[in-house]
Structures are given as structure tokens and as C-alpha cells.
């Protein structure tokens, strides 16, 4: 081998993706699964239809979700803790405005011991007042450091300044915390958390023997009433400029941006490679220019937020205060060139073999498998829309890069938020 010679180029193509083989289980839950890896583990995901948007007061579906593990009708969260710390598992539970979702690690041969325990805390979780008071102060208290921060101060009046007061741009409240009700975390529990509301997706050594026990004890879990989507109701969007005073400030937090589109829309894969120029990697022309050129800013970057009823396009970043200004006139510098200015083929050659390489990268793995299945299965897709994304990637030129910018990225479109010293 002759080190001094790089290694052949070649360029990503075609994916070859993995697609997971569906069943459905006795009880009617449909389950998705990749049989792959070489190790004995196991991850199983239950998703849920549970996400804030389907909640009757703030911080119910927050509450559940991060809860189920406190305490059952037969274990105590200690034991639940213990259990889990015995087998070498873990549990990790995350809930976003429009879905819920419980994930175990485990491995293969404690699957008959941890799986009742997963379906209990799924079936029987009673939430303990104790417990719940020490998760509502310790949960007050972070949202109150927060409070403190003027990056999650932006990117909350940001969601507010596009979605008002639905689910999509609520803001959290100190009172909130104070008014948790415990039979309100009881009704959206038995109503979300069945059999009519579940997915599971299971990727790892999954064989025969783990097929029949998913199904045997997963058949505990009933179908509840069938729940009819909630229709949100979004307001229309208005181009705002928001600027909210912090005086203790050391940095400025910007935000700038618009309601767009989700990932279902014709035009989001071109899109994304038009984010990617802009802010969407290190190399972007945002950090080029005021990281590395100006020195406004440790990182700045931009991105596209997918919804289930909606979608959003984002650009942030921290600044000094006396560089604020400054710093935004950049951005919308860098926005004004992407409309008038075709990008130069070898800037765009960069971006797509980036792409197709970080695409490539995040589908390795049967646990990244089932990641990415799930960003697509919510949307309505197949493992065959990374495919579809790549074909975009390569095919995409300069001219469409500069349509886009003028149909979607027109300076006078985009809302703004600014806290800090202003």
C-alpha cells in the first residue's frame, strides 16, 4: 500500500437501504423490525400518538411521558431503577409536540425478565403525588434557569412569534408547573397509552424467539377509544420583529426565519441542500462569513424543523451585543446573495458529497436504521425516501438553488427575534 497516495474517490450514488419487515401483533399494534447487528441487543421503541398537541393542559403529555417510570401499581420507581440497572438496560423516554415515545436497550437474554416491566409501566403507571411533586419542583427549576438563558428565551418567542398561542407556539409559564393535576395525568394516560395509539419499532438481533414473546406480552396492552388526529388550529403567518430586552445579558441570541414546510412537501429535498449552503454545516457561508470572516460568533447554523401539520425554517446564533446589529445585516447579506447570485459548481459539488456522505453515515447500524425509519414512517414514508433525498442531492443545480432562495428566502419573509441588550 502506498500511504502517499489518497485513496480512490467514489461517490455515493444509490443507498442500499434496508427496509424492516412489518407484522401485526395479536392485539392489532403494528410493529416494524430490523434484523440486523451482530450483537445481542435489542432496542424496541413504542411511539405513541401522545405528544403535547393532544393534551387538555399544559405539561400533561410532558408529564406522563417522563413519568411512567416513577412508580407502578406493583414496583416503586426504586425498584423500576433498580430492575433495569441489574439487567444492564436502559430506558429513555421523549416526548415532542406531536409524539411520545418509550425506548429499552437491553440485551437478548433478559428480554424475559425486562419486557413485563416495560409493558407495566405502559399499562400501570400511577404516578405517585410524592413523586410528582418532586419532578414538578425539580422541572420549575430548570425552567426558571432557563429563563435565564437568551438562547431558549429566543427559540421560545421565535415558535410563538409563528404559531401564536397553538400547541406549536405556547409558551411555558411558571404557574403551569404549579398547576398539574394529578386525575388530568391519570385521563390522558388511560386515553393515549393503548394499543389503538402504539408503534413499535424493534431493531437488533430479533429472531422468532423474540417475535413470539413481543407479541404474547404485548397482547396485555387494549385498545382503547380510537382517537381522532387533533386539528390544530395554526394561525396564518405574519412577518414580525420581535425584540425582547434581557439588560444582564452577556450575548445577544438571534433568531431569523419563517413557516415553511414539513418534509411531505415537493420542494423540501432541494431545500434542504439550499440550507445546507446557507447554514447547514460547518462549512456553510453563514459560519464562513461571520464566524471565520468577522468573528461575530462561536457557531452559527440554520435548519428546517419538520411538524407533523407544519414546518419551519430557522437561523441562530449568539452574538455580543455590540456586534448584534452587525451580525444581522450579514445574515441578510448572505440571504440576498443566495437570490441574486447562481452558487458556483464547486461549492455546490462540496455540499452534495457532504450530504451523501452524512447520509450514508446515519443509516449504519441497525439502531440508526430504525431511527431513520421512524423520521420517514411519521411523515408517511418508506426507507425509500433517503433514496429519493440522494437522487435530489445529485440532480439539484445552481439555477435551482437560486429559484428556491427567491420563492422562499426573501429578506422582507422572514420574522425575527433578538434578546438580550437591544
Do not use: W
Amino acid at each position: 500500500m502506498n500511504r502517499s497516495l489518497a485513496p480512490e474517490y467514489n461517490p455515493v450514488k444509490k443507498l442500499n437501504l434496508v427496509s424492516p419487515q412489518n407484522i401485526m401483533l395479536d392485539n392489532g399494534i403494528p410493529m416494524y423490525y430490523f434484523n440486523a447487528g451482530s450483537q445481542d441487543v435489542l432496542r424496541i421503541e413504542v411511539l405513541l400518538k401522545a405528544g403535547s398537541r393532544y393534551q387538555s393542559a399544559p405539561l400533561i403529555a410532558h408529564v406522563v411521558n417522563n413519568m411512567l417510570n416513577e412508580g407502578t401499581k406493583t414496583h416503586s420507581a426504586l425498584q423500576i431503577a433498580e430492575t433495569f440497572e441489574y439487567y444492564g438496560a436502559y430506558l429513555h423516554t421523549e416526548c415532542d409536540l406531536d409524539n411520545a415515545s418509550v425506548v429499552l436497550y437491553l440485551q437478548n437474554k433478559h428480554l424475559d425478565y425486562l419486557l413485563p416491566i416495560l409493558i407495566e409501566l405502559l399499562t400501570e403507571a400511577i404516578f405517585p403525588k410524592h413523586e410528582l411533586e418532586i419532578f414538578l419542583e425539580n422541572a420549575k427549576q430548570k425552567f426558571l434557569i432557563n429563563q435565564q438563558k437568551v438562547n431558549y428565551l429566543a427559540r421560545k418567542h421565535f415558535a410563538h412569534a409563528l404559531y401564536g398561542e397553538s400547541t406549536y407556539g405556547f409558551m411555558l409559564k411558571e404557574e403551569h408547573y404549579n398547576n398539574v393535576q394529578h386525575n388530568l395525568l391519570i385521563d390522558f394516560y388511560k386515553q393515549f397509552y393503548c394499543a389503538e395509539n402504539i408503534t413499535l419499532i424493534v431493531s437488533g438481533k430479533v429472531g422468532e424467539r423474540e417475535l413470539k414473546l413481543i407479541n404474547k406480552v404485548f397482547t396485555v396492552i387494549t385498545n382503547g377509544k380510537k382517537q381522532k388526529k387533533s386539528m390544530l388550529n395554526l394561525p396564518e403567518y405574519n412577518v414580525s420583529q420581535n425584540h425582547i430586552p434581557k439588560k444582564d445579558a452577556i450575548q445577544n441570541a438571534i433568531r431569523i426565519g419563517k413557516v415553511l414546510f414539513n418534509k411531505t412537501h415537493k420542494d423540501y429535498f432541494d431545500f434542504h441542500v439550499l440550507n445546507t449552503i446557507l447554514g447547514g454545516y460547518f462549512g456553510s457561508r453563514l459560519m464562513s462569513n461571520i464566524r471565520e470572516d468577522k468573528g461575530y460568533t462561536y457557531g452559527i447554523g440554520s435548519a428546517i424543523v419538520n411538524l407533523e401539520d407544519s414546518g419551519y425554517f430557522f437561523i441562530s446564533t449568539e452574538v455580543g451585543a455590540e456586534v448584534c446589529n452587525a451580525a444581522i445585516n450579514e445574515i441578510y447579506k448572505e440571504i440576498s446573495i443566495l437570490n441574486n447570485e447562481t452558487v458556483p459548481y464547486e461549492e455546490l459539488n462540496l455540499v452534495k458529497n457532504y450530504l451523501a456522505g452524512t447520509l450514508l453515515r446515519s443509516l449504519d447500524g441497525p439502531f440508526a436504521l430504525a431511527e431513520k425509519f421512524k423520521a420517514a414512517h411519521i411523515f408517511g414514508f418508506d426507507m425509500n425516501y433517503y433514496n429519493n433525498l440522494l437522487k435530489h442531492i445529485h440532480a439539484i443545480t445552481p439555477e435551482r438553488i437560486q429559484e428556491l432562495a427567491k420563492s422562499y428566502l426573501q429578506p422582507d419573509s422572514l420574522t425575527e427575534v433578538v434578546v438580550g441588550k437591544v
